[in-house]
């Protein structure tokens, strides 16, 4: 009961969830292309902590399934030996790349996902962007974002903004509770709002709450943006 293993495996197994009960068409066009599923998990501040522990996504998916799983955190928020990585001149599109397992790569990009406009930068945004499209790699297939609270950061807006223009692009999002859940939900049309459900990988610890006498874990529950389904 003192291991914190179950608590930090919600996230990787959050994540082969997600590819399991939602990506059956993103899987299925990276099959016939004969390419990696892309992944980009957005605002991993905390998950770039224990990127090890992501190994278990390629461990429980089939081996002829490729995936390629971009970790996109804030310039800010980098460990200080990725930082000093970050400030030499280098030509790699990620600041960090392992091949976790033989069917699963993982990088690390810096910035805040989603182009600054000019309007964003005479407001005062000073963040470095990256445009989805071409600073990560490849475009993604899979957009996830594990306890995201979209209406908690501004920096979300651009996350939104992107599944609004790319809607063969899924997007995953995981949140605290059911209440937050369903009010960012409905940022994506009734179609996310009715997607809302308890995650069964969810934290097996609850967390306090002093405001609202609701049940909190983390990565309690998902909801999803642009939901694909097979023909």
């Known amino acids: 009961p003192s291991s914190p293993v179950a608590l930090l495996c919600s996230f990787p197994l959050t994540i082969y969830n997600a590819i399991v009960e939602y990506g059956e068409v993103p899987v299925t066009v990276a099959r016939m292309l004969k390419r990696p599923l892309r992944i980009h998990v957005v605002g991993a501040e905390k998950e770039i902590n224990f990127l090890d522990l992501f190994a278990e996504i390629g461990y429980l998916l089939p081996e002829d399934l490729k995936i390629e799983l971009v970790f996109v955190v804030r310039q ?89 223009q790319n809607p063969g692009v899924l997007g995953v999002f995981t949140d605290y509770n059911e209440y937050s859940g369903v009010h960012c939900a409905a940022i994506g049309g009734a179609a996310s709002r009715e997607s809302l459900r308890m995650n069964p990988f969810r934290s097996p610890v609850a967390m306090p709450v002093f405001s609202m006498n609701l049940p909190q874990f983390s990565n309690g529950f998902y909801y999803i943006f642009n939901q694909q389904e097979l023909e």
């Open 76 to 164: 800010d928020m980098l460990p200080s030996h990725i930082q000093a990585k970050n400030s030499q001149d280098h030509n790699d599109k990620f600041l960090l790349e392992y091949e976790m397992t033989t069917n699963l790569t993982m990088g690390v990009v810096s910035g805040t996902y989603g182009v600054t406009t000019t309007e964003d930068r005479n407001n005062g945004a000073t963040s470095a962007s990256i445009d989805p499209n071409f600073d990560c790699g490849e475009a993604p297939d899979m957009v996830v974002a594990l306890n995201a609270g979209i209406f908690a950061y501004e920096s979300w807006r651009s996350v939104v903004q992107y599944l609004y």
